[in-house]
């Protein structure tokens, strides 16, 4: 049973256009984490959310986190080439301890962005 | 500040054979955790140690076991390996500093090809 379903599976889109990536769930979050990975490397944390309906920006990033916090968006704008990589997005089923254990991953997006 | 640090980097073995992966944390974080990562799967959780102690197991036959040492180091060790063993494997490391601190900083990941 997949708990956090992750849409779309692959992305491919020129240099500058704008896109979405989501992460959704029927479980109840504590919290949410975005990762970016490129090949042949891990994943590298992004941003955390932790309040519903939270929205936090990295530079042309927007993370938001759903209000009844099931799920997540990731909104990039104006992408360039460099964005290339799998997006990954992983929840924590409890707010109590930080045990990776339940620590949920999706499967990712896998983003192409062409010059 | 060092980064995670897994070795072997890529690691050819024969279907039968057993391997040991090791992984070196973060300085000051206690608590470990190994994936499996594969193109069907995803990131998958294995297990994770947390002062030498496993707290979580993911749903893997017993071939995949581990340990983590005095000073946070971990190993994990697949014995009887099967083709479907051929995988990343990704550990990653997190201080556990709070209820909601469940950051997972990862490391390159070791390519295992089962032949």
């Known amino acids: 049973t997949q708990l956090l379903e992750q849409s779309p599976q692959f992305l491919s889109i020129q240099e500058g256009e704008n896109l979405t990536v989501y992460c959704n769930s029927s479980?109840?979050?504590?919290?949410l984490q975005w990762y970016r990975q490129e090949p042949g490397e891990g994943p590298v944390l992004l941003v955390t959310?932790?309040?519903?309906?939270e929205v936090k920006k990295l530079k042309r990033l927007t993370f938001q986190f759903g209000d009844a916090r099931k799920d997540s968006s990731l909104h990039i704008t104006a992408a360039q080439t460099g964005d290339t990589g799998l997006y990954l997005c992983?929840?924590?089923?409890?707010?109590?301890?930080?045990?990776?254990?339940?620590?949920?991953f999706g499967k990712g997006t896998k983003l192409s962005v062409k010059p | 500040k060092a980064g995670v640090t897994q070795t072997p980097r890529y690691l050819i073995k024969t279907r039968g054979q057993q391997v040991t992966l090791s992984c070196s944390p973060i300085?000051?974080?206690?608590?470990v955790s190994w994936y499996q990562q594969t193109p069907g799967q995803g990131l998958q959780f294995l297990f994770e140690?947390?002062?030498?102690?496993?707290?979580n197991k993911g749903n893997f036959p017993g071939r995949f076991s581990g340990r983590q040492f005095s000073n946070s180091r971990s190993e994990m060790n697949v014995s009887t390996l099967e083709l479907g063993d051929s995988a990343l494997y990704l550990c990653?490391?997190?201080?556990?500093?709070?209820?909601?601190?469940?950051?997972?900083?990862f490391g390159q990941g070791t390519r295992l090809t089962v032949v």
């Open positions: 479980s109840v979050f504590s919290s």
């Open positions: 990653a490391s997190s201080t556990w500093a709070g209820p909601l601190n469940t950051e997972a900083f």
């Open positions: 300085s000051g974080h206690r608590s």
């Open positions: 959310v932790v309040t519903g309906g």
């Open positions: 992983a929840g924590a089923l409890t707010p109590y301890g930080g045990s990776q254990g339940n620590l949920i």
């Open positions: 140690y947390f002062s030498e102690t496993q707290r």
